[in-house]
């Protein structure tokens, strides 16, 4: 095989990779808990093909709910059985998707057979307020537009939103896309290096890129992995510093750089614990008797005794032997 062969071969794969990374990029998404996920928004056609399953189950529930009315509501008033029927209806377009969807927490019928679920914009669960919201933008945009302005709105939205979804602050996720990988490991090596780096310039196409790679490096051969494993780093590189050290493999300066970005991400919505209080430096004052919090306790102060009386007439004292003997 040629040079140029090699080179073509190898310009082939790197344009398929990054084909593949501008395709099925995942959106990030940061959880409740903190924790920046890697999610798949579903697709347009998936997502009509769910509005079409929901539409199917609520035609089926309103003609029984329809046939129920005739048998047994006709014999009413005609006013009242005109308004019983107009709020069986709402309830059977609106109603069923905001209860659906409250109740199994942003699932439908059709979503729940194509694997879709509806959640917040941060990734947590789908409250009612949202559900409420998209439930009267579909009645508009879906049953009384026929789905136009729906379709319209989601091919111009990076994330696939319908105006219910940008009213909500809500978009629609596949949960059967394939299972992203975890973040690669630190190689020690490199460490030092990596906690110094500047990634402000590095964006998620460069990051996705040399994370697909990393994947797939093993499975690709020798030489064509160099070449593009040079290629990725150089193009990483530029929007990095400082340079990577001279002769560091490229996959583990990529490794390196994706280990970190992740790390001051995770850092960076983590909570930031609030200083422990300091210990007084002089003891805080105290009435006596009773120790001041935090130091050890004083012994106690022995309680005034007066000294023994001395009696007025003392005996006389007898001299000793040989001794003085004051006069009596």
Not at 19 to 36: F, H, I, Y
Not at 47 to 66: E, Q, S, T
Not at 284 to 313: D, K, T
Request: one cysteine or more.
């Amino acid at each position: 095989m040629g040079q140029h062969e090699r080179i073509d071969i190898h310009s082939a794969e790197l344009n398929r990779l990054t084909w593949g990374v501008m395709v099925s990029q995942p959106e990030p998404v940061v959880t409740g808990d903190a924790v920046v996920l890697d999610v798949s928004i579903a697709q347009l056609p998936v997502r009509v093909l769910a509005i079409l399953i929901d539409i199917f189950a609520i035609f089926i529930f309103y003609v029984v709910g329809v046939l129920l009315w005739s048998i047994t509501l006709t014999q009413l008033d005609e006013a009242l059985s005109a308004a019983i029927l107009i709020i069986f209806t709402v309830l059977a377009i609106v109603g069923y998707p905001v209860i659906m969807e409250t109740a199994t927490r942003g699932r439908s019928l059709g979503k729940m057979a194509l694997g879709l679920r509806v959640v917040s914009e941060d990734g947590s669960p789908e409250r009612f307020r949202q559900a409420l919201f998209r439930g009267i933008s579909g009645f508009i945009e879906i049953w009384m537009l026929t789905g136009g302005p729906a379709v319209i709105c989601s091919l111009l939205s990076s994330k696939g939103k319908r105006i219910g979804d940008i009213f909500a602050g809500t978009v629609v996720i596949s949960e059967r896309g394939p299972r992203m990988q975890p973040p690669p490991a630190m190689p020690p090596a490199l460490a030092w290096w990596a906690s110094s780096l500047q990634l402000s310039g590095l964006g998620p196409e460069q990051a996705e890129l040399a994370r697909q790679y990393l994947n797939r490096a093993q499975h690709l051969d020798p030489r064509i992995r160099d070449m593009m494993g040079q290629r990725i780093l150089g193009e990483v590189a530029s929007r990095i510093s400082p340079p990577p050290p001279p002769g560091a493999p490229p996959q583990y300066v990529l490794a390196a750089v994706l280990a970190e970005r992740h790390r001051r991400e995770l850092a960076r919505l983590m909570p930031t614990p609030p200083p422990p209080p300091s210990p007084p430096t002089t003891p805080p004052w105290s009435p006596p008797g009773y120790p001041a919090a935090g130091y050890p306790p004083q012994p106690p102060v022995p309680a005034y005794s007066p000294p023994p009386a001395v009696p007025a007439h003392s005996p006389p004292q007898q001299p000793s032997a040989g001794g003085f003997a004051p006069p009596g």
